[in-house]
């Protein structure tokens, strides 16, 4: 059994929380996880950088000097790509490279990479408590208690009812702590997770976090 730790919003560890080890089996593997974040990078991307090619420089079509009779080498014209503005060769046009991503391969990336996470101790269960307005003082002081939260964290919710609903004022808190960021588990992706170096799951949201990773 692995075990987490629940914490309230002083920082003080109020109990633990138990998860099966059946539950951190790693079904993915390291191949397919790097292709599911590469393919996320990649569709992340606009792909709208663009140059112009010879045929689209608008320059005279007239040549730079004359074909013969003064010894040098002949040219065609002064969008030729060695001439000052001109055409540029093997520069980058707008392309459509939108990688698939397997809803399988993504499901299990993600329950691997949670996994990993559990092993590893950096996944702690919040206990939100009343939070009856914005107070960044109070989560950073949450964040400077628990040994470990100093580097990125990432802090995962239950959608409920939305940035309106019951959580508004607990993510006004963090937004402007320095790399401290807030995801909904329901549109949690890999990419999220590998580049926190901790979890902090909403003790609202533990249910939906197990089921990620296969409890019913």
């Given at each position: 059994?692995?075990?987490?730790?629940?914490?309230?919003?002083?920082?003080?560890?109020?109990?633990?929380?138990?998860?099966?080890?059946?539950?951190?089996?790693?079904?993915?593997?390291?191949?397919?996880?790097?292709?599911?974040?590469?393919?996320?990078?990649?569709?992340?991307?606009?792909?709208?950088?663009?140059?112009?090619?010879?045929?689209?420089?608008?320059?005279?079509?007239?040549?730079?000097?004359?074909?013969?009779?003064q010894g040098r080498s002949r040219q065609g014209d002064l969008a030729a790509p060695h001439y000052r503005g001109g055409g540029i060769v093997f520069g980058p046009k707008p392309r459509d490279i939108h990688t698939r991503i397997n809803q399988k391969e993504k499901r299990a990336a993600i329950r691997t990479l949670?996994?990993?996470?559990?092993?590893?101790?950096?996944?702690?269960?919040?206990?939100?408590?009343?939070?009856?307005?914005?107070?960044?003082?109070?989560?950073?002081?949450?964040?400077?208690?628990?040994?470990?939260?100093?580097?990125?964290?990432?802090l995962l919710c239950d959608l409920g009812r939305g940035v309106k609903g019951h959580h508004v004022h607990l993510l006004k808190s963090i937004r402007n702590i320095p790399k401290k960021e807030y995801a909904w588990l329901s549109q949690i992706n890999g990419y999220e997770l590998i580049r926190s170096h901790t979890l902090i799951v909403l003790d609202s949201a533990l249910d939906e976090f197990l089921s990620i990773l296969g409890a019913s």
């Open positions: 059994m692995a075990t987490l730790k629940k914490y309230d919003l002083h920082g003080k560890e109020v109990g633990t929380v138990q998860v099966d080890e059946a539950l951190l089996k790693e079904p993915a593997h390291p191949q397919s996880i790097k292709d599911y974040i590469v393919a996320l990078r990649n569709n992340a991307r606009q792909w709208s950088a663009n140059t112009k090619v010879r045929k689209e420089i608008n320059r005279t079509g007239r040549k730079p000097h004359p074909q013969k009779g949670i996994a990993e996470k559990i092993k590893g101790g950096q996944v702690h269960i919040l206990e939100k408590g009343d939070l009856k307005q914005p107070k960044t003082q109070r989560m950073a002081e949450f964040f400077e208690a628990i040994p470990g939260l100093d580097k990125r964290v990432l």
